[in-house]
């Protein structure tokens, strides 16, 4: 498999960064090495368990194994993703709270071990109207971002696939809860592909792509998109199903994504994999289509 940090065209390297979600287990400078083995040079991670509240103290012995490991090779930026059960737009006080809770948690995580930025998916209204819902998620956000002021980490609010009353599936969702917040410099947006084409985005021609880049230059400014979660989407555009697929192997497709990587839009961001995985092998694979894209190597049939 070709290294993510040699990329196999003259002039890859200057605007890729390549990497995956990596596994956490053992410790959380394991994550560290896993990257290492796989060529990354972009990493996300779950600082902890991402199904369960509970979290424990990070220890100084581990922080600075983290620290040590990253400096000692070219990856960067580093990404946190915050849990599953966090629902910033929630009505239900307790789980409000604690969605709260658990971000101020992680961005003072990344503080620790030096990761440059939190992404979060926002949350759903359940039963409220979107303006309802998005107003619960600008308190939020408000709350998040003065519990952490002294904090250099940005915080990245996700786009979704839209289904139910999840918000965020429209980059004018997003727009407005930046503007909402007072476009805090530590508040911007993270991409993901799935999400965006099973949405209603299309993703697969440079027309398509040129018309996304204008709406998130005027909804949220190109300068607040950090980070694009590279995925394949199972389902058809609009779908609103929210199923990763291997790249090239869900309805955005091989053709799609080769448009897709080289279109300006994408230039000079962190690409993270977050592709189905059932050993390190599928990221392997996937992380060697990316490349094999880059370079031409693949034959995209019509």
């Known amino acids: 498999m070709a290294s993510a940090d040699v990329p196999p065209t003259e002039g890859c390297e200057a605007k890729m960064r390549l990497g995956v979600q990596v596994s956490i287990a053992g410790s959380l400078d394991r994550a560290v090495d896993r990257a290492i083995n796989l060529g990354c040079t972009t990493m996300q991670i779950f600082a902890r368990n991402?199904?369960?509240?509970?979290?424990?103290?990070?220890?100084?012995?581990?922080?600075?194994?983290f620290r040590d490991k990253r400096q000692r090779v070219d990856i960067s930026p580093a990404v946190i993703h915050t849990p599953y059960l966090v629902?910033?737009?929630?009505?239900?006080?307790?789980?409000?709270?604690?969605?709260?809770?658990?971000?101020?948690?992680?961005?003072?995580?990344?503080?620790a071990l030096g990761i440059e930025y939190v992404v979060t998916h926002i949350g759903s209204a359940r039963g409220h109207s979107l303006q309802k819902g998005m107003a619960m998620v600008s308190s939020a956000l408000?709350?998040?971002l003065t519990a952490t002021e002294d904090s250099g980490v940005a915080l990245l609010l996700e786009n979704i696939a839209g289904h139910g009353q999840?918000?965020?599936?429209?980059?004018?969702?997003?727009?407005?809860?930046?503007?909402?917040?007072?476009?805090?410099?530590?508040?911007?947006?993270?991409?993901?592909?799935c999400h965006a084409f099973a949405c209603g985005y299309e993703l697969r021609t440079k027309a398509a792509l040129d018309h996304l880049q204008n709406e998130i230059e005027r909804e949220i400014g190109l300068e607040r998109l950090k980070v694009i979660h590279l995925n394949d989407c199972k389902g058809v555009l609009g779908s609103r199903l929210d199923r990763h697929e291997h790249i090239g192997e869900g309805h955005i497709g091989l053709g799609g994504f080769a448009t897709l990587l080289n279109h300006s839009l994408f230039d000079g961001l962190p690409w993270i994999l977050e592709t189905p995985k059932k050993s390190d092998m599928d990221d392997h694979r996937n992380l060697a289509t990316i490349l094999e894209l880059l370079s031409g190597v693949v034959v995209i049939k019509p």
């Open 50 to 65: 991402p199904r369960i509240w509970h979290v424990q103290a990070l220890s100084p012995e581990i922080v600075s194994l």
């Open 87 to 111: 629902n910033l737009a929630s009505f239900d006080e307790a789980l409000f709270e604690k969605s709260i809770e658990a971000l101020v948690e992680d961005i003072r995580r990344a503080d």
């Open 166 to 193: 999840l918000i965020g599936g429209r980059i004018g969702h997003i727009g407005q809860l930046i503007r909402d917040a007072g476009n805090p410099p530590r508040l911007g947006c993270c991409l993901d592909t």
């Open 142 to 144: 408000d709350r998040i």
